[in-house]
């Protein structure tokens, strides 16, 4: 029996490192924990307790609802620790192999932080600073301000170079509104 009982650790542990390469960031995560998201890859809403242990941002994933309550396979979004719902760029399937579509999540959480990012950009002229930063997640506000304060900050050494002493001036007092 003792013979039978490592066969079937060694069979096992060769099955959780098939798993581990298909999806690395399981490497990280505890055998028993692993067992558990194997389990229940195919039901992908009762996984949300480990979303944080494979994700470093990702507390949750939302999930649209079916039409008699119960949740579907379809990501919407992530949520993080501080409860900062991020919608994704499009809904996600997480049907199949739970490795699978893990990595799917992790591909739609880096497309839809740029696609926020790229609207952030592209209204950040639109609106009064408060009023836009209400309309951005907090990882984008605070990239998007980055951004545009880098290039006001090059924009003002510009006009220093060309002998405009009030360059700083009027790069400060534009922004602040």
């Known amino acids: 029996m003792l013979k039978d009982l490592e066969l079937c650790e060694k069979s096992l542990n060769d099955y959780l490192e098939t798993k581990k390469l298909a999806f690395p960031r399981f490497y990280f995560v505890a055998s028993a924990d692993l067992l558990d998201i194997l389990s229940k890859g195919s039901s992908p809403w009762l996984l949300q307790k480990h ?3 494979n994700f470093d941002a990702i507390d949750q994933v939302r999930f649209e609802k079916n039409d008699d309550g119960t949740p579907s396979k379809m990501a919407t979004g992530m949520i993080d620790g ?58 984008m506000c605070i990239l998007v301000s980055r951004i545009i304060y880098t290039d006001d900050v090059n924009r003002m050494f510009d006009k220093l170079e060309e002998g405009d002493d009030n360059a700083w001036q009027g790069t400060v007092t534009n922004r602040v509104s």
């Open 51 to 53: 979303f944080s242990k």
């Open 82 to 139: 501080a409860h900062e719902f991020v919608q994704f760029h499009e809904p996600l399937n997480c049907d199949g192999p739970v490795e699978i579509w893990l990595n799917k999540i992790m591909e739609w959480m880096r497309v839809s932080l740029r696609w926020h990012q790229a609207n952030g950009y592209k209204s950040y002229e639109d609106k009064p600073r408060h009023e836009w930063a209400k309309d951005q997640c907090a990882q």
